[in-house]
T-cell receptor, first 110, second 115 residues
Framework: QKEVEQNSGPLSVPEGAIASLNCTYSDRVSQSFFWYRQYSGKSPELIMSIYSNGDKEDGRFTAQLNKASQYVSLLIRDSQPSDSATYLC??????????FGKGTSLLVTP | DAGVTQSPTHLIKTRGQQVTLRCSPKSGHDTVSWYQQALGQGPQFIFQ???????QRGNFPDRFSGHQFPNYSSELNVNALLLGDSALYLC??????????????FGPGTRLTVL
C-alpha cells in the first residue's frame, strides 16, 4: 500500500509567522504532488501543485519537493487567521487516483 | 466558468437503503473521480470515470457503483447502506492529459448520514 504521511497536528502558529507543513510519501516513482486546503465542513481546495525538485512559490505559499528524500512541504508566510484549516497532501497512486494523507490541522492565533 | 457541482448537499438514509449522488464536472473537463471522506480522515478514492467507462477503482466493495453520461456528468450509487457509509462524498473533475499530471478539482461534496 502506497502511503502518504502527515503529522495530524494541530500545528499552532502566531499571526504573521511562517507555518511549515510536511508530507512524506512511499512511492518513489511519483511525479506530481498536490497541496489542498480544507476548511471545516467544506471540500478540499487546491493550493499548489509541484512536479520538479526544488521550490515553487505562489503568493504567500511555497511548495518544496525533494524526490530523493520522498518529502514535500508547504510553507505559508505571514500566516493569517484565515489560513486556519486542514492541509492535505496528495500524491497520484497508480496513475489516476489521488492518495491523500490524513491532513495537518493548522491554527493561526491572532 | 462553473466549477464542479454536486447534488444533493445533504442526505439522510437508513441502513439497507440505496442512494444516488450526482456530479457535474467543471467546464471543459471530461474525467470524474469520486472520493469518500470519513470524519478526521483524508479522502479515499472510490473510482474514476473517463469516456463513460470506469477507468480505475479503489478498494471499495461492489455496493459502490457509478456511471458517466455522454455530457461527462456522473452518478455514484451505493446499495445496501451501512452505518459506516456515513461520510462526505466528494466528486473531482480533471482535464485530459498526462495521467499523473492531471489536477483534480473538487466539488462541494454531499454529506451522507446513514441511521
Amino acid at each position: 500500500q502506497k502511503e502518504v504521511e502527515q503529522n495530524s497536528g494541530p500545528l499552532s502558529v502566531p499571526e504573521g509567522a511562517i507555518a511549515s507543513l510536511n508530507c512524506t510519501y512511499s512511492d518513489r516513482v511519483s511525479q506530481s504532488f498536490f497541496w489542498y486546503r480544507q476548511y471545516s465542513g467544506k471540500s478540499p481546495e487546491l493550493i499548489m501543485s509541484i512536479y520538479s525538485n526544488g521550490d515553487k512559490e505562489d503568493g504567500r505559499f511555497t511548495a518544496q519537493l525533494n524526490k530523493a528524500s520522498q518529502y514535500v512541504s508547504l510553507l505559508i508566510r505571514d500566516s493569517q487567521p484565515s489560513d486556519s484549516a486542514t492541509y492535505l497532501c496528495a500524491v497520484p497512486n497508480s496513475g489516476y487516483a489521488l492518495n491523500f494523507g490524513k491532513g495537518t490541522s493548522l491554527l493561526v492565533t491572532p | 466558468d462553473a466549477g464542479v457541482t454536486q447534488s444533493p448537499t445533504h442526505l439522510i438514509k437508513t441502513r439497507g437503503q440505496q442512494v444516488t449522488l450526482r456530479c457535474s464536472p467543471k467546464s471543459g473537463h471530461d474525467t470524474v473521480s469520486w472520493y469518500q471522506q470519513a470524519l478526521g480522515q483524508g479522502p479515499q478514492f472510490i473510482f474514476q470515470y473517463y469516456e463513460e467507462e470506469e477507468r480505475q477503482r479503489g478498494n471499495f466493495p461492489d455496493r459502490f457503483s457509478g456511471h458517466q453520461f455522454p455530457n461527462y456528468s456522473s452518478e455514484l450509487n451505493v446499495n445496501a447502506l451501512l452505518l459506516g457509509d456515513s461520510a462526505l462524498y466528494l466528486c473531482a473533475s480533471s482535464l485530459p492529459g498526462l495521467a499523473e499530471m492531471d489536477t483534480q478539482y473538487f466539488g462541494p461534496g454531499t454529506r451522507l448520514t446513514v441511521l
